[in-house]
């Protein structure tokens, strides 16, 4: 028998009539039953630190801009957090590139590689030493997210030494989710500080406010500290040996303002603040300044992060403040939430957190005009650069919960890289784009002897835009996206390639699946691709449907023609080429279990046979390795529970106990000491419960996602159907 719960706080009611149940529970599903109360389920999951913890930090942002936060509000202790969660300043403008030398050139990094009997080159990573390998390696790091600076405090003891992290006591951190605001309280040596931090809605602003004794006694400064980037794997913004590469500038418009101009090779940026009373500014070293205030027991500053300097007049910290809350209040107020009070699974408050702290994190670090990386705006992660394949799950989920406008912004980057993806398709010799996978903002291509040979991001955006459509059908929308997806579509039809033998159509050899372990020489038709291939090459022909257009003859030879998903034992192969993809010796049990991904985000869609995907899910769910699986992987495989009708392995999907599925106190999904935060975990947790709650085209069943056994009490509202 199920419960359905009264507003919340009131008994739980059986209703004895099955008919009835469903009724009612569809009602508070379409949110037909009484509002939730959107600030009570945001408000019980505020972050709390009572310690210093290098994994706990706090960011404050806007989607285009974020700023994280030491155990002080500030960004004090780096060095000490940059084995945590770093403490970075970042935007979607701050790029860089080392000077190039050597001039190498992209060309010198195309190899070419035998497909299907078709030589073409692709960009590689070079195994042997010298030119071919250096040149990949540059333009892998270039360029490069920049770390725009450290603004932090120097607090002083009574013996006139820096207090360092371990002399803070009394800590108490809360970031208050419904204002953006992050209040830290701590005392040194007894004495008091209380440090107020937010960011602009619209600007790459932050704010702080600063009220301790200590500042009239003149122990309390500003410390700003620039550094330079590096070129390794990860840049957390602590470097700051190479004084003599960069320059900074330091200008005094007035007794309150201070403006910083930086020059990093042919890059500039500036860096201006709004102070509320006259302090003196000093250098401490070539990139190193104190901001020094005294004769009141309160400070404010305002600092922005700009690519150009701007004249213009800096807001008030209460003016920051109140934008910061009236942004966040219009987020929480708009698209979908979800209430799991009264649920008396275990489990269901700490689903309920990860919801809220996903839907913060997302919006605070993958919510700019472009895709984000792996570790949005926070540090960087393959030099700061977005990877395509992870881009539906960073936004789908803003359609799926009502907020398409985010991920419309994010959706013209295709626009932009337009060009040099049809410069890749034609170098290779396909018809239309073929999308970078590991990239920048303006499209730009990276040397990935891995990336090159994935393909799965292929039917990304007309996946997303068809999300889009759903949400706001119209012809603007429809012309909008028109040549995106109908160039992709030309690519996707003319990449499968007729096999002789067979008279199908196959994907590969020359292929990398989502699952990463594979030889692209040998690889051909993964049943993941297989069927993301046939469902975007139907929606680009509903598209041209819904402009008049007439059916594309290619495009459907190939919707028609393709290889079906290939089986062995009553299961699906993990390729069709893999004869032991679940053997106790086989190699191809690590990493993204990507065969349950034909039947995740993706329908049935008469390309999967319904149970043969069961027994498949059943023998990966005992085979695989999930130690070496990512964050994404697990509200994949609980999409998948879901539309097989197994809403208890959903959940259990959710919490399996593996250290990639680790959610920190801050929300941030920690994958290991490389990557200590992994967005596309929060974004595709975001998406499995849309789906759990909302359900799928076809779908019958109310929060198909949730067991009907009286222990979970569902509440939804404003989330979308997943086709």
Request: charged share 20%.
């Amino acid at each position: 028998m199920l419960l359905i719960s009264k507003p919340y706080g009131q008994a739980l009611l059986p209703l004895r009539s099955g008919l009835k149940m469903l009724l009612v529970l569809w009602n508070i599903g379409a949110g037909q039953a009484q509002p939730i109360d959107r600030r009570a389920v945001v408000d019980r999951h505020r972050v709390t630190i009572t310690q210093p913890d290098t994994l706990g930090s706090l960011t404050v942002g806007n989607g285009r801009f974020g700023f994280t936060v030491d155990a002080t509000g500030l960004q004090s202790f780096p060095e000490q957090y940059a084995r945590g969660i770093p403490l970075g300043t970042q935007s979607e403008w701050g790029w860089h590139r080392f000077p190039n030398p050597a001039r190498y050139q992209f060309t010198e990094t195309l190899q070419s590689v035998e497909v299907n009997g078709t030589p073409r080159p692709y960009a590689v990573q070079w195994r042997q030493a010298g030119r071919h390998q250096q040149a990949a390696d540059y333009f892998r790091q270039n360029p490069h997210r920049l770390q725009l600076g450290n603004l932090g405090f120097i607090i002083l003891k009574k013996d006139g030494q820096a207090a360092q992290l371990g002399d803070l006591k009394n800590v108490r951190q809360q970031l208050d989710l419904w204002t953006g605001t992050i209040s830290s309280t701590f005392t040194v040596e007894g004495a008091p500080v209380s440090v107020t931090t937010c960011a602009h809605a619209q600007q790459d602003i932050v704010a702080v406010r600063v009220v301790s004794d200590l500042l009239r006694q003149q122990r309390i400064s500003l410390r700003l500290r620039f550094p330079y980037p590096t070129n390794a794997f990860t840049d957390v913004g602590t470097y700051y040996a190479s004084a003599s590469a960069h320059q900074t500038r330091l200008e005094r418009p007035g007794p309150t303002s201070v403006r910083f101009h930086r020059q990093l090779d042919q890059d500039r940026y500036s860096v201006t603040a709004r102070l509320s009373q006259p302090a003196p500014v000093r250098a401490a070293a070539g990139h190193d300044f104190r901001i020094e205030p005294s004769g009141a027991s309160a400070f404010e500053a305002v600092v922005q992060f700009s690519a150009e300097s701007l004249p213009s007049r800096l807001p008030t910290f209460t003016e920051v403040q109140t934008s910061s809350r009236l942004g966040w209040e219009r987020f929480w107020q708009s698209g979908g939430a979800i209430d799991l009070a009264g649920s008396t699974d275990p489990r269901a408050a700490e689903l309920e957190r990860r919801v809220v702290l996903s839907q913060y994190l997302t919006r605070v670090q993958c919510a700019g005009d472009s895709p984000p990386q792996e570790t949005g705006l926070t540090y960087n992660s393959w030099y700061g650069r977005p990877h395509m394949e992870m881009y539906w799950w960073h936004s789908a989920h803003y359609a799926l919960w009502g907020r398409t406008d985010l991920l419309s912004k994010s959706m013209g980057w295709y626009q932009r890289a337009l060009a040099g993806a049809r410069e890749i398709a034609r170098r290779q010799g396909y018809r239309g784009v073929r999308w970078q996978k590991m990239t920048d903002p303006n499209g730009g291509e990276t040397a990935s002897s891995v990336g090159s040979f994935l393909i799965w991001q292929q039917p990304h955006p007309i996946y997303l835009a068809e999300l889009i459509y759903r949400n706001q059908p119209s012809k603007a929308v429809l012309e909008q996206y028109r040549t995106v997806i109908f160039e992709t579509a030309d690519f996707m039809a003319s990449f499968a390639s007729l096999n002789p033998k067979t008279g199908r159509y196959d994907l590969g050899k020359g292929i990398i699946p989502a699952q990463e372990c594979f030889d692209p020489a040998q690889t051909l038709n993964p049943p993941y691709e297989l069927a993301y291939w046939t469902w975007g090459l139907q929606a680009a022909q509903r598209w041209r449907t819904r402009l008049n257009l007439p059916p594309n003859p290619d495009w459907q030879r190939v919707i028609d023609g393709l290889a079906p998903l290939p089986q062995q034992d009553g299961v699906y192969r993990a390729a069709e080429n893999v004869t032991d993809s679940y053997s106790p010796d086989s190699r191809y049990t690590i990493d993204h279990p990507a065969v349950l991904a034909a039947l995740s985000t993706l329908p049935a869609n008469g390309v999967v046979d319904r149970a043969v995907m069961q027994r498949t899910y059943d023998t990966v769910d005992r085979v695989w390795h999930w130690d070496h699986t990512w964050g994404w992987d697990f509200p994949m495989v609980a999409m998948t529970a879901t539309r097989l009708g197994q809403p208890d392995r959903a959940l259990d999907a959710l919490f399996k106990e593996v250290a990639k599925n680790t959610y920190l106190v801050n929300g941030h999904n920690y994958q290991d000491k490389r990557l200590t935060l992994y967005l596309p975990g929060n974004g595709g947790l975001l998406a499995a419960v849309a789906l759990m709650c909302a359900g799928y085209d076809g779908n019958t069943t109310p929060t198909p996602g949730f067991p009907k056994n009286g222990r979970w009490m569902v509440k939804w509202e404003g989330l979308k159907p997943m086709p």
